[in-house]
């Protein structure tokens, strides 16, 4: 299994442009999670779909974020524009819906200068 | 709204025994999950307890009194590779309980 895949890696932007993080979940898994994970704030959860569609997206800061799951092999997460305050690693995690276990890709580190 | 409670830093020697204790309040709880995370990392998931009692998976067992609102992880024969961070996660919600909130997470360090 090639497990849950992120890209890009490491995104360095200036304050003001537009970033978007996208997401490739294992197979077969019906639950993705978008996480945001700072020294100060910890792992929070962003938004999460159950079969492409948005179920709790109670934990997006603010409007400049958005998520999107236009198929069950893909996802993104954008923000726009950005600020130097959303610099944090961003963690895309897949599951079977209803499971206690979550597979979490290796995370993007955003830095927003 | 969820709340949990782990300590921020425990340490403990080579070849002894911890536990990482977890508190937690939230409404709608189907069960406590436990990740590790190594610095620079992605959480890794260890287990989890839907039920009161004892999970034991190799080294790493793990705890949970649902009238306590309170479950632990226990590392026996710790190993220089165990130091990380770990974390408490409650699963709740509707719909199935699919979500995850995590605790701010414990760091465990190993020394000789």
């Known amino acids: 299994d090639a497990g849950v895949i992120q890209s890009p890696r490491h995104e360095v932007t200036e304050m003001g442009q537009e970033v978007t993080l996208r997401c490739k979940p294992i197979s077969g898994h019906n639950s993705l999670f978008w996480y945001r994970q700072t020294m100060m704030r910890g792992l929070e959860l962003l938004i999460y779909?159950?079969?492409?569609?948005?179920?709790?997206d109670s934990g997006m800061p603010e409007d400049r974020f958005s998520a999107k799951m236009p198929n069950a092999s893909f996802s993104t997460l954008k923000i726009q524009p950005s600020e130097p305050r959303d610099s944090a690693v961003y963690f895309c995690?897949?599951?079977?819906?209803?499971?206690?276990?979550?597979?979490f890709g290796p995370g993007t580190r955003l830095t927003v200068l | 709204g969820q709340s949990l409670e782990q300590p921020s830093e425990v340490t403990a020697v080579e070849g002894a025994i911890v536990q990482i204790n977890c508190t937690y309040q939230?409404?709608?709880?189907?069960?406590l999950s436990w990740y590790q995370q190594h610095d620079g990392g992605a959480p890794t998931f260890l287990s989890y307890?839907?039920?009161?009692g004892l999970e034991e998976t190799g080294r790493f067992s793990s705890f949970l009194s649902r009238s306590d609102s309170y479950g632990y992880l226990l590392l026996q024969e710790l190993q220089m590779k165990d130091s990380a961070s770990y974390f408490c996660a409650v699963r709740e919600g509707t719909g199935g309980g699919n979500k995850l909130t995590f605790g701010t997470g414990t760091q465990l360090k190993v020394e000789l």
């Open positions: 779909f159950n079969n492409n569609v948005p179920i709790d």
């Open positions: 995690a897949s599951s079977f819906q209803g499971r206690g276990e979550q597979f």
């Open positions: 939230t409404s709608g709880f189907y069960g």
């Open positions: 307890n839907a039920l009161d």
